[in-house]
């Protein structure tokens, strides 16, 4: 066994190991706190990473030519180890080989591999993982031929590329059923970095990073809302601000009401005026669920309230919920009073709520085996400006990426939700483009003040609202709008400059009489509408 080295030749050389510079690290720290508060423990350990990869020390190309008349050989390599979840092993042959014989011109043959990347997927639970490899060399001649070509083997961390890693998180939706998907924050040096150190910033802001999603399965809801942002300093605030609002009440934390209601019951001999201390107590807890107003907005976060009524001396007193209508909006049987502390905390919240996102990625790299984008996941990331969708995403959940800073999207085929849910995309898009093959039927609403190009995969079979103006559309025959749907929204009508329609699955303009859905191309005029001259009913359109 020997270190690897950045170039291993083919001959010579059947197994290296790699290892990482990672120390095992176990430690412990002491936290000093006082009776009837709680307190958090991390754990953590640091594990070296090691494996052993298996590489060719010769190949023989056929005798014979086959029926393409070129020579060909197989190779194989293998891998077993150990490797941290965002590592990765490569094996990357030369892309080609010279063959010399004495006395004639040299034959280059081509090198093509299967797999390249191998990562904690492919060797997890002690799985060997392979690989094949094609040599193709296109014609020779009688005699002995012999060249030699170069394995580059590696082990790669996201960190090199990315720069240092700031923190990670477990978002798998659900553990029991096999999810295992990770979100992890990397600090990405850039050009501005010197220039943002002279500026005041918060020493736990973390901008223009970027996110990677790895793992397998699917990830949970809300992740951008859970995680990036620090709610807890962000309610606390909200407090402070209604204390200095409505100096007349007293906030508490939730976790705290029975220590509070029992020193109030010392305080207060008697029921009425007890009572009357009470009303102005109020006990606050954070919600961080998604609250759904309408269709075009949702609340991430909001503080829900609750007060109660004493009924008897010592123990018996009623739970009195101010807070448990949509949005977290008071109750009818709320009192006037409450109803402003609740509606004026919402509103400070929805305000304010950007000054406490801690991390604020630029970039977020979604791996090929991580099989959706859950609902509001990158919702409100306003530095959000590339999403790279891996090849195993098979579903886009609602405003999954509203109100972010993308401009330019990409589909990939594997997609196959049935819709693209609605308001998924929103904001400064200018390009989307779906593989041609993307497995999506239906696309739900999202809207931009202006669209460059928006191409439309073949399978689509409906498409939702769009809010603005489209230039280019490139859409198959088949795809229709509901009548109801195509109206105008926050950007203004839904116009569209020039329309290409293509043949889609079988070229054939599906008849329209039931007046409940439109073309999409009807919002054009029909001189900037073109057609694959394949479509068998032009006369539709």
Known sequence: MKKITSKILCAGLSAVMICSSAIPAF????????????????????????AVVWLPTSVVLSGKANAQHKYTAEYGVRVQGNIAGEEKITIIPDESVVLKQQGKENVTATITQEKQEFTYSDLKDGATSTSTGTITANSLSAGSWNGSFNFTVSVTSPEKEFGPKIQSWDISKDRSQGDDVWMT???????????????????????????????????????????????????????????????DYEFYNWDDHEKVIEEKVKQYPTLESLNQAMEKVLFYEHKSTIKTENEDKAYLAYTAFSGYRINQIPDNYTYIDYSHGENGEATSSAPAPIKAIISKSKTWIDENRIQYIKFNPKKIVIKNEVENISVNAFSNLKSLENIQIGEGVKSIGTMAFSYTSITDLYIPSNVSGEMVMTCAFSGKLKNVIFAPDCKVTM???????????????????????????????????????????????????????????????????????????????????????????????????
């Open 27 to 50: 430690a412990a720290e002491e936290q000093e706190i006082t009776p009837d508060h709680n307190a958090k423990t991390q754990v953590s350990a640091n594990i070296d990473s090691s």
């Open 185 to 247: 924050y990397y600090n990405t040096p850039n050009e501005s970095a010197k220039f943002r150190r002279s500026i005041s910033v918060e020493p736990d802001k973390y901008e223009d990073g970027t996110v990677l999603i790895t793992g397998t399965g699917e990830m949970e809801d809300n992740i951008a809302a859970k995680y990036f942002c620090d709610n807890e300093k962000l309610f606390n605030s909200a407090i402070e601000y209604l204390g200095q609002q409505f100096p």
């Open 443 to 541: 696309l739900g609403d999202f809207t931009s003040e202006v669209i460059e190009n928006l191409v439309l995969p073949n399978n689509i079979q409906q498409f939702g609202t769009y809010a603005g103006k489209i230039k280019n559309l490139t859409v198959p025959c088949q795809t229709l709008q509901p009548t109801s749907m195509a109206g105008s929204h926050d950007y203004g009508d839904y116009t569209v400059d020039k329309v290409h329609i293509t043949y889609g699955t079988n070229g054939i303009i599906p008849e329209n009489n039931s007046g409940s859905f439109v073309r999409p191309w009807s919002f054009c005029d029909k001189s900037n509408i073109t057609y694959d001259k394949t479509i068998k009913n032009p006369e539709l359109i």
